[in-house]
């Protein structure tokens, strides 16, 4: 039992049946008892670095447990002894955050890319290849191409466009090399929203597993979110999200989540512990919070979403705009939307006339549109991939991938649509006829 002080974490029997109700409903109750916390009917913020006991021989018991599940060999529950171990809050949130997809546990990370580095060094090893999907949020190929391979885990990649018998012939090539342990894709890629076809990945994977160890297959579900894309329906194997983005969904906190199965997660939370990179109970009494507005705000976000990625498309001024709703109808992309996704999501990325020149001046003339990194927040946000969260791959990959100097990445918040697009329509204009103007002199 979950007990420190006179307070708990609820136990399952406690719980309404789950096939009674809606994911969204159980946001506002689910893993809480108000008795168990003096009342309250939100669970307050367990500011507190260790917990006391009432004997030595309890104390001895619950540590000799979480000793023997330091492997994350058992499925059992750890007791709360220690906040970097886990605690009230961390446990709310990731049994709250599990019910989206129907995943057996989560584990909550300090940042996104806590979640990433610790679900790699937790499931490879020296020797082993790591195949991941391109293009890739700047930071994971950053960290793929230079933190992995000094630990001797050997990296290659295919075209997130790629069928089953691309990523295979490349698995092959690759496995000369050593064996296949990992395939890593992002859902939807960033900047570009192409979509990887998990559950080719998946077989791959499993075709490619060997002795004890198995390939497994890793879902950054990131832009899309655990409402728009389920990838355990396609054989994923583990999820993961920059809970920074829509889970948290305010531009206030930093985090990270991985939901899977029971075992694996539990191996994670152990690989969590020795690296000390759990978040802390604020930012995760702010993640459980947001969890009770996450349909509401992914909801709003895609319907503002479709229609500024319908103007710009209409508009004279850009060559090319990347949703998820414009693959062409006959495309294999088309056909993975269609099967793997419920909604496009609210990141729309388009190719500006002109080139860099005039994709700066149309990002320093955006009035509501604030320029900055991140996205899927309530606020609208604008920023160049080449110069700012993709500048760490190579020139020459990133025009390859269509991560060119003419793009520009949008995330749409929660305002009116109709003023999004009034901002793009008069940054778009100052751009252009600034353009003009110099082509004149």
């Not at 946000?381 to 993709?390: D, F, G, K, S, V």
Request: aromatic share 10%; with cysteine.
């Amino acid at each position: 039992m979950n007990r420190a002080g006179g307070i708990s974490v609820p136990r399952k029997k406690h719980q309404p049946k789950l096939s009674a109700l809606d994911p969204d409903s159980l946001m506002t109750s689910y893993d809480f008892l108000p008795e168990l916390s003096e009342g309250a009917v939100k669970p307050p913020v367990f500011l507190t670095s260790t917990f006391a006991f009432k004997g030595a021989g309890e104390l001895a018991a619950l540590i000799q447990t979480a000793h023997d599940n330091r492997g994350g060999k058992s499925n059992e529950a750890l007791p709360l002894i220690y906040s970097r171990i886990n605690h009230p809050n961390a446990e709310i949130f990731e049994k709250r955050f599990s019910l989206w997809n129907g995943s057996e546990e989560a584990a909550v990370f300090a940042s996104g890319m806590a979640a990433i580095a610790t679900t790699s060094f937790a499931f490879l090893r020296p020797g082993d290849i790591l195949l991941h999907s391109s293009p890739l949020y700047g930071g994971t190929e950053d960290f793929f191409a230079r933190e992995l391979r000094t630990f001797g885990i050997k990296t290659a990649s295919f075209s997130a466009e790629s069928d089953y018998s691309e990523i295979k012939k490349i698995a092959k090539r690759a496995c000369r090399r050593g064996p296949l342990r990992m395939i890593f894709v992002e859902a939807a890629a960033n900047p570009t929203n192409v979509l990887a076809d998990i559950e080719a990945c998946a077989e791959i994977a499993e075709e490619f597993s060997s002795g004890k160890r198995k390939a497994i297959t890793v879902v950054d579900n990131t832009f899309l979110g655990p409402l728009w894309l389920n990838p355990f329906k396609h054989g994923a194997d583990l999820a993961l999200y920059s809970a920074t983005k829509y889970i948290g969904g305010h531009s206030d906190l930093l985090a990270g989540v991985v939901e899977g199965k029971a075992k694996m997660i539990s191996r994670l939370k152990s690989a969590r512990t020795r690296f000390g990179n759990i978040a802390g109970a604020f930012t995760c009494w702010l993640l459980t919070r947001s969890l009770e507005t996450l349909k509401l705000r992914m909801t709003a976000q895609v319907k503002n979403a479709r229609r500024v990625a319908d103007f710009l498309r209409d508009d004279r001024r850009v060559e090319k705009v990347y949703y998820p709703e414009f693959f062409e109808e006959d495309s294999n992309q088309n056909r993975l939307y269609e099967k793997q996704c419920s909604a496009p999501g609210a990141v729309v990325s388009f190719d500006i006339k002109g080139g860099r020149k005039t994709a700066f001046r149309f990002l320093d003339a955006l009035k509501f549109f604030k320029l900055a990194v991140s996205l899927g927040s309530t606020e609208p946000l604008a920023e160049h991939p080449a110069t700012t969260t993709h500048y760490g791959i190579p020139r020459e990959k990133r025009i390859r991938l269509g991560i060119t100097d003419k793009m520009i990445r949008l995330s749409i918040g929660l305002g009116s649509p109709y003023d999004y697009i009034f901002d793009l329509k008069q940054a778009l204009d100052e751009a252009v006829r600034d353009r003009r103007a110099r082509q004149l002199r």
